[in-house]
């Protein structure tokens, strides 16, 4: 049993159900075998905080039950996983906008417009078409998820929520330090100010999951050779 609140990691494979046709998966070699692989994307077990709306309330209702090690199969209709897609959600933007943030458009790259993720279909005569519409919308969809681990001590979760905050780190580059009331982050020193709302969100998913008092963050600056 998965409760709300719990920190849980999985493997995944997302199938069209009509084509059968993978669409997005956690495990490296399935993704080399349906021609998906993407060299830039880390395959690894998704590290997921159960009940807070990371997965579909579809995909939870069919896995909540699961125990460690174990894989279920199931199937969301279009309506249960992304909804139909809108042609109102194919937007034109100007290039402009997007030269002023030093971005430059090309078909098929995905952007952030706003609070949404959406894709580059064409640019033209000085305008970009986006599509917000979820990548997975209009499809019906077949899940295969296998629940690897659901974290039992705040260690445990404490380095899950790591994996998940912060992968894009270079490996050896941090160290977490786990004690009985506080939990300390060693991160380098430099690195861009976006780090800031990834390091608030992290502090209060830790507060929200585990039982440490204090949450610190330490910076390691390295003289050049």
Same mark, same amino acid.
């Given at each position: 049993?998965?409760?709300?609140?719990?920190?849980?990691?999985i493997?995944?494979?997302?199938?069209?159900?009509?084509?059968?046709d993978?669409?997005?998966?956690?495990i490296?070699?399935?993704?080399?075998?349906?021609?998906?692989?993407?060299?830039?994307?880390?395959?690894?077990p998704?590290?997921?905080?159960?009940g807070?709306?990371?997965?579909?309330?579809?995909?939870e209702?069919?896995?909540?039950?699961?125990?460690?090690?174990k894989?279920?199969?199931?199937?969301?209709?279009?309506?249960?996983?992304f909804?139909?897609r809108?042609?109102?959600?194919?937007?034109l933007?100007?290039?402009?906008?997007?030269k002023?943030?030093?971005?430059?458009?090309?078909p098929?790259?995905?952007?952030?417009?706003?609070n949404?993720q959406?894709?580059?279909l064409?640019?033209?005569?000085g305008?970009?078409?986006?599509d917000?519409?979820?990548?997975?919308?209009?499809?019906?969809?077949?899940?295969k998820?296998?629940?690897?681990?659901?974290?039992?001590?705040?260690?445990?979760?404490?380095?899950?929520? @790591?994996? $998940? &905050?912060f +992968?894009?780190?270079?490996?050896?580059? *941090?160290?977490?330090?786990?004690?009985? %009331?506080?939990? =300390?982050?060693?991160?380098?020193?430099?690195?861009?100010?976006?780090i800031? @709302?990834? $390091? &608030?969100? +992290?502090?209060?998913?830790?507060?929200? *999951?585990?039982?440490?008092?204090n949450? %610190?963050?330490? =910076?390691?600056y390295?003289?050049?050779?």
């Open positions: 049993m998965i409760n709300n609140n719990d920190i849980i990691e493997d995944l494979v997302i199938r069209d159900k009509n084509t059968k993978v669409l997005d998966t956690t490296e070699s399935v993704a080399k075998e349906s021609n998906i692989y993407n060299s830039k994307t880390k395959y690894q998704l590290v997921v905080i159960f807070k709306g990371e997965l579909l309330k579809g995909v209702e069919n896995i909540k039950d699961l125990d460690s090690g894989t279920k199969e199931f199937s969301l209709t279009k309506d249960k996983a909804g139909e809108d042609s109102k959600l194919i937007q933007v100007p290039l402009s906008d997007f002023k943030e030093n971005i430059d458009p090309k098929g790259m995905y952007i952030n417009l706003g949404r959406a894709k580059v064409n640019v033209s005569g305008r970009v078409q986006m917000l519409n979820h990548e997975f919308s209009g499809r019906d969809l077949d899940y998820i296998t629940l690897k681990k659901v974290c039992a001590n705040d260690k445990d979760k404490a380095q899950a929520l @790591y994996t $998940k &905050y +992968f894009f780190m270079p490996e050896g580059k *941090t160290k977490l330090n786990v004690s009985d %009331k506080e939990l =300390e982050l060693i991160i380098p020193g430099t690195l861009p100010k976006e800031e @709302y990834i $390091k &608030y969100t +992290f502090i209060q998913s830790v507060f929200e *999951t585990c039982n440490f008092s949450v %610190k963050f330490s =910076e390691n390295e003289k050049k050779q």
